[in-house]
């Protein structure tokens, strides 16, 4: 079996009017949720995450991780439904649980947004987790340095989150647990606040995990506490003997792919059909097969328009407008053939009252697949500016 100890911390910060965070420690499940949006939505879907995941019961596979995440999103968009005033709340999730396989035991992590989950062990500090965020994905490109993206002004802006769509991405690992591990769930409080270098620093220097949380949270405050600071540490105590531990501990994956969801069913091909004439002869049946095709064609000429149509339609980008404000474009950059992008969403977001950095990402346009995820980048945009113009 494995046995854990546990301790947590959080903090409103000194800019922040309410803490957005959540978090849970509910037996073996450790849960950091990071939320967002107006009218206090965003305390309400972390709320909502933290309360169906530790619930989740007992867990066998990384996939029921996954599926809780899920859940927790689809409770998140419903309470939007119900109540439209928080429409566009969303959170971040970050969760460690116990996988009891059988009587195996191994450990299950599972994110969506960019709060995050480190391991320290013998070898030092690892970051287990990968951030879902603007700068990240720019990092990546190689349109920005390691050391740009930790002091960019919109490293804060997610590209996935909980209560944005119905379809959610979620990443999940398996691991092997060890005695002596340290295990650091986190939200963007801290590590925007202090680096993995301090970070480390901190966990050895700690007999136990709520002395260690309570000083990673008090540093982060005093180093700017510019956002809501929530720290989970969590000590793996007892575990099963006898099985090799490789140093990454990992021994499962489920990566998040982008893909198109297909139905539950496709329609089944018909066995075409045998012409049982005798040859040489053409029967008058082969009228309607020319038919048939013509109108097999002409619905072929009508699914390519429909697609064109589709990619033509669909994404949205935000971008300067032309009177200088922030605007949300519907359709492909540039536009798709003889389909422009329109005008969905036109804000009084003035882009030159916007931090530098923000001011070159809207000229260059950011594309998301949806459009609550564009007015959510939207609203972040509208926050640095009137940061920067405080």
Sequence with gaps: MTAFESGAATDVGQVRAHNEDTFVVAGTVFVVADGMGGHNGGEIASQIAVDRLAGIGPVSSIDDLVRGVQEANADILERAREQPEFRGMGTTVVMLADIDQAGSHRLGVANVGDSRLYRLTDSGLHQHTEDHSLVEALVRDGRLTRAEAAVHPQRNIVTRALGIDDKVLVDAWELIPVVGDRYVLCSDGLFGEIDDDEIHEVLQASSSPQDAANELVRRAREAGGRDNITVVVVDVVEADPGEEHPDDRVVGIHKALSAKVLGDASPATPEPRRDETPGG?????????????????????????????????????????????????????????????????ESDI????????????????????ALETAELYLENLRDSSDSSGS
Excluded: C, H
Aim: no cysteine.
């Design 281 to 345: 002869f053409v029967p008058p049946a082969m009228t309607w097969r020319v038919g048939l095709f013509a109108a097999a064609v002409l619905a072929v000429v009508i699914g390519m328009l429909v697609a064109v149509s589709a990619i033509g339609r669909s994404g949205y980008t935000v971008v300067e407008g032309d009177n200088g404000t922030v605007v949300i474009l519907k359709g492909r950059d540039g536009g798709f053939l003889f389909f422009d992008q329109t005008l969905e969403v």
């Design 350 to 369: 003035d882009v030159d009252e916007l931090p530098p950095m923000a001011v070159t990402a809207v000229r260059d346009g950011q594309r998301f697949d």
